[in-house]
């Protein structure tokens, strides 16, 4: 196909690939706008916040050597005062070698009454060692806690801190015995590591071949620029395991078993780092504030270690999703009334939880279930331990509609060629509401729409939405994408979620698939609060790439990490009264 713009305002290259448009905006002009952001951040966040208990912060480099002798770079922000202080203690890998001289968040919680206790990863900034990404910070993380614990400052209450790769360094020393750790405020990034990385043997490659372009090899004070032209170098390189040697000078073992694991039975998931890993989340007996957003492409992960959680624990902690993106935003094309209500990115939550938890203040937050706000009613919802339907609706494949009885038999057959995949509407962390296509636009492509009538009442999601397909392919391996959308009656549509499985995905494992045999294929789809308004289309697109999203099958056998060939393939849906493909809602009364 030609170069053109998808709905969203992306390039969709004829390689595949999608590429930001371009902005007639100087560079003056983005740092002015983005400083003007982040005053007015400040300023809201300084208003919502609680007084301040300390007029000054002190600031100190205080390096930490590790038993291997490796000396890992900290700063930490004290109160101008006598200690000591319950601390928050936060480890990270990213940004510049050089701590910064202010840190608005250290010195918010510094002028609060706790030490701020920062701390760089191995290999990372001014830390010494060489990284091997997310496999160290167990070691590492525990005896950092351990140190910090036996400072005469520390007074023996330590709440850990962050988000994305700064959850995960939490939920590494999850299993930590140290008792001056009393609480864990995780956000965006769960504790079911195969649900991290892959959906239904499908890795979600834009984001983890941009991470280890990104932050593999010598990362140190790499550009944005240059982790950016990597991230598209890494596009051309065959096998894609080969991504570090061929591009970072390091094989990056760590992601060399990420992609070469591509089922959860794999011994990569349940055995050495990730098995232990899994299991102590399994094993958590403290309590923790799980924070996710709806749109961030971590969050069923983090609600699945929800879920993994003992009920104990779940007992006194708490799952707080909003309609936010992995930074705790929207991107205001719908509107969310009421969503701040936690806080500018959440800091405000962050410190009601730490003041219970580490200083004994009252409990101005709720415990013992999920906090989640439900998406086109508007609301604020408490559900007790989980979310929970009240009934289910079913909606069968018809020839591209949606019915509530099934139709006649029928079957759509298309083309899916893994070198021009379909293109993923949107990408990136900061991904929202995605402003939908119209239904059939992108038949030509390979994608068919199967549009409800017009609703006449409200349906609420609440929970996994079951997708049951019948499909056919001329391959021994390929893929199917599923993408659930609200069609408003003024002609909108927005993507609630995208999801995907191989074709012999079955829970956790490959089954083989005989070519041209007809199988019904099973997507437990994303949990998801939202509400269909009166007048409302349910639309469901079906295809069989969203690149690069996921990665492109290459309707072979051989793992995707490791293929150097790809074939065509002939895929066919099927629906009808002997092939009844249907999608199968998890309905709540309301809210």
């Known amino acids: 196909m030609s170069n053109e713009y998808n709905v969203n305002g992306i390039l969709n290259t004829a390689d595949g690939r999608n590429h930001q448009e371009p902005q007639a905006v100087s560079a003056e002009d983005t740092a002015a706008a983005t400083m003007e952001l982040v005053q007015f951040l400040t300023m809201k966040l300084m208003e919502e916040l609680p007084a301040p208990e300390y007029e000054n912060v002190v600031r100190k480099e205080i390096p930490i050597v590790l038993s291997d002798g490796i000396r890992l770079a900290s700063v930490a922000y004290f109160p101008d005062g006598a200690g000591p202080w319950p601390v928050v203690l936060h480890r ?54 351990d140190y910090v614990s036996e400072q005469e400052w520390c007074d023996g209450n330590i709440g850990t801190y962050g988000a994305s790769y700064m959850g995960h360094v939490q939920w590494s020393i999850a299993g930590s015995k140290n008792p001056a750790l009393k609480t864990m405020y995780i956000q965006v990034f769960g504790g079911h590591p195969y649900e991290t990385y892959y959906r239904n043997g499908m890795l979600r490659q834009d984001i983890w071949q941009s991470w280890i372009t990104g932050n593999g090899g010598n990362a140190r004070d790499r550009s944005e620029e240059e982790a950016a032209r990597l991230h598209e170098k890494a596009f051309e390189i065959v096998p894609p395991v080969n991504i570090g040697e061929r591009l970072l000078d390091d094989p990056v073992e760590w992601a060399r078993k ?46 699945d270690s929800w879920r993994a959680l003992p009920e104990q624990t779940r007992k006194k902690s708490l799952c707080l999703v909003g309609p936010w993106d992995h930074f705790g935003f929207t991107n205001n094309v719908l509107p969310y009334p009421g969503q701040e209500r936690f806080g500018v990115m959440q800091i405000k939550t962050t410190l009601q939880w730490f003041d219970h938890f580490l200083k004994g203040n009252a409990l101005t937050l709720p415990v013992g279930g999920m906090e989640t706000y439900c998406i086109g009613d508007n609301i604020w919802k408490f559900w007790p331990d989980d979310i929970s339907a009240v009934d289910r609706e079913q909606l069968y494949l018809g020839a591209r509609s949606l019915n509530a009885d099934v139709t006649e038999n029928g079957k759509l057959t298309y083309t899916y060629d893994p070198k021009h995949p379909v293109k993923s509407l949107e990408l990136g962390l900061s991904r929202g509401a995605v402003v939908g296509p119209e239904p059939g636009e992108r038949e030509k492509e390979g994608v068919y729409s199967f549009v409800s009538e017009a609703l006449t009442h409200d349906v609420t999601l609440a929970g996994k939405m079951r997708t049951e397909l019948y499909v056919s392919s001329t391959a021994p391996a390929t893929a199917f994408t599923l993408g659930l959308f609200d069609m408003h009656s003024d002609g909108r549509s927005f993507l609630i979620f995208n999801d995907i499985t191989d074709i012999r995905y079955e829970k956790d494992h490959f089954e083989p698939y005989e070519p041209n045999t007809v199988k019904r294929i099973v997507l437990e789809s994303q949990d998801i609060v939202w509400t269909f308004k009166k007048g409302s289309r349910i639309c469901i697109d079906v295809s069989s790439s969203d690149f690069p999203w996921y990665n492109a099958h290459n309707n072979t056998t051989v793992i995707w990490g490791l293929a150097t060939e790809s074939a065509i393939a002939q895929n066919t849906i099927y629906f009808g009264i002997d092939t009844p493909s249907k999608i199968i809602l998890p309905v709540n009364a309301g809210n």
């Open 92 to 145: 990270f890998p990213y940004g510049p070698s050089e701590f910064p001289e202010h840190d608005i968040v250290g010195e918010i919680f510094a002028k609060r009454g706790y030490v701020y206790f920062t701390n760089r990863c191995r290999g990372t900034g001014l830390s010494e060692g060489r990284i091997n990404a997310f496999e160290q910070e167990t070691r590492d993380g525990l005896e950092v806690l």
């Open 258 to 303: 990420i992609l070469t694991n591509p089922e959860e039975v794999n011994d990569g998931w349940q055995t050495g780092f990730w098995k232990e890993y899994k299991d102590q989340v399994e094993k958590l007996n403290i309590p923790v504030l799980l924070q996710c957003g709806w749109f961030d492409l971590f969050c069923q992960s983090q609600l």
